[in-house]
């Protein structure tokens, strides 16, 4: 494995005692929660839906935290993952490797920070009995939106441009598509050496798309199941 940078490892710690603190405070929450919690509001902002607590319901902001944790980590991991010597440690794909986790990383946090405030707003929601997680909950949704733009473009600066390589027509596929299982690199240079792009001849690479996939597929289809429950 790659060493990961100190911001990566602070993004870990610093999501890690958020995720624990929010557990600790939705758990502390649960019992003094009404046993039926209002899930939808008229106009006027009073309630005209509930269902039943559950802890599923109540620690679901924790739940959202996790599932972020699990598949932003997996994303970091494999792109970290690199058999290699002393001698490339510096290499331009190394460094490419610990950009693109330490970016994966921040933006992780963002929005494990964002479900820290959303169990507070929740929790404030239900006590009331009143529709609104407030102007704050809004504001910090936008925030963790800028912020996750600056982040990607901030890792886009890093990444700079790649130092190009001989031209090896074995290596690839379809004219564009680089495949070499002898090259310990995930971050290789186009063939015109403009850009970035994947090693199709590690797994990792077929594994960072299937997440990819999941993520943006299953998701959301998901997410939108438990809603119309």
């Known amino acids: 494995m790659i060493t990961p940078s100190r911001p990566t490892q602070a993004a870990v710690f610093v999501s890690l005692v958020m995720m624990a603190g929010s557990g600790v405070f939705l758990a502390s929450q649960y019992p003094v929660l009404s046993d039926i919690l209002p899930v939808h509001f008229m106009a006027n902002g009073y309630p005209n839906g509930w269902q039943f607590k559950t802890y599923a319901r109540v620690l679901m902001p924790l739940l959202v935290q996790l599932a972020l944790a699990v598949t932003f980590g997996a994303v970091a991991a494999l792109l970290l993952s690199r058999p290699h010597g002393q001698h490339d440690r510096e290499a331009a794909d190394v460094r490419a490797a610990k950009t693109a986790a330490e970016a994966v990383t921040l933006i992780a946090l963002i929005w494990i920070a964002f479900q820290a405030y959303a169990a507070i707003a929740l929790v404030t929601m239900w006590h009331r009995q009143r529709a609104g997680l407030g102007a704050l909950y809004y504001g910090l ?89």
Not at 157 to 173: D, N, S, T
Not at 175 to 192: E, I, M, S
Not at 208 to 227: H, K, R
């Open 141 to 229: 949704e936008v925030t963790g939106v800028v912020a996750s733009v600056l982040v990607f473009a901030r890792a886009n600066l890093q990444f700079g441009r790649p130092e190009p390589r001989p031209f090896v027509a074995a290596h690839w596929r379809f004219g564009h598509l680089y495949k070499n299982p002898d090259d310990p690199a995930l971050f290789v240079p186009t063939r015109d050496g403009s850009r970035w792009t994947l090693n199709f001849g590690r797994p990792v690479a077929a594994a960072l798309l299937g997440i990819v996939l999941l993520v943006g597929v299953v998701g959301p289809a998901a997410i939108l199941g438990f809603l119309l429950r």
